[in-house]
């Protein structure tokens, strides 16, 4: 069965600072990923998505994700976060019938 | 409109009352979810409708009754809940029916205490 596994529980970083947020996929097939933000007390908003083709995909907000297919990975940077980054990030992976199955989340801390 | 709606933001219930959660989108969307976020821990896949008509059910208990109206317009009956299945409820919604390529767009979540 195909599922998401995020690497990190929580990820604290400094303002201006590079993230980098890990998350690997288990699939023998092709896979559809997503990343989405949870901000506090709201739901959850689309980042970035892999469908196929380029494997380096950029989204939202300056993050960026690169598809590792040899690694399983979809690992999700920026370069430089703000303060007002600081949310919970979930990878997720489509299992059919548009149902998503998400990662346990990553609690991004961006710190002054 | 390009956004999902729910109501109420927050519910407390007891666990006799019949309450229900509503869920509205005017972008054309085909297809339409409910998702149980418990604190801490990621959204949960309960139910599916595509084109008005119900195509996964995670096996959720029938105290939890979901009815799609209209193809803008996705309930959640509540009737005789537990404590533990306070949470926030999360309403989706994505254009083309439930394919695995599409993006769902999200609501704010209703927050449910059931005492």
């Known amino acids: 069965a195909q599922s998401v596994t995020q690497l990190d529980s929580q990820v604290p970083v400094f303002e201006e600072a590079p993230v980098e947020l890990r998350c690997n996929y288990s699939?023998?097939?092709?896979?559809?990923l997503f990343w989405y933000v949870q901000y506090p007390n709201q739901g959850l908003q689309l980042l970035l998505k892999?469908?196929?083709?380029?494997?380096l995909v950029k989204g939202i907000n300056g993050f960026e994700a690169e598809f590792n297919k040899s690694q399983t990975s979809f690992h999700l940077r920026k370069p430089s976060v703000h303060i007002s980054d600081t949310a919970e990030y979930f990878c997720?992976?489509?299992?059919?019938?548009?149902?998503?199955?998400f990662g346990q989340g990553t609690e991004l801390s961006v710190k002054p | 409109d390009t956004e999902v709606t729910q109501t109420p933001k927050h519910l407390v219930m007891g666990m006799t009352n019949k309450k229900s959660l509503k869920c509205e989108q005017h972008?054309?969307?085909?297809?339409m979810y409910w998702y149980k976020q418990k604190a801490k821990k990621p959204p949960e896949l309960m139910f599916v409708?595509?084109?008005?008509?119900?195509?996964i059910n995670e096996s959720v208990p029938s105290r939890f009754s979901p009815e799609c109206p209209n193809s803008s317009l996705l309930n959640l009956h509540l009737h005789a809940l537990q404590p533990e299945d306070s949470a926030l409820y999360l309403c989706?919604?994505?254009?083309?029916?439930?394919?695995?390529?599409?993006?769902?767009?999200f609501g704010p979540g209703t927050r449910l205490l059931v005492l």
């Open positions: 699939s023998s097939v092709s896979v559809y």
């Open positions: 989706a919604s994505s254009p083309l029916g439930g394919f695995d390529q599409e993006t769902q767009y």
């Open positions: 972008m054309g969307h085909r297809a």
């Open positions: 409708y595509s084109y008005e008509k119900l195509s």
């Open positions: 997720a992976v489509t299992v059919g019938g548009g149902k998503l199955i």
């Open positions: 892999y469908l196929s083709g380029s494997t």
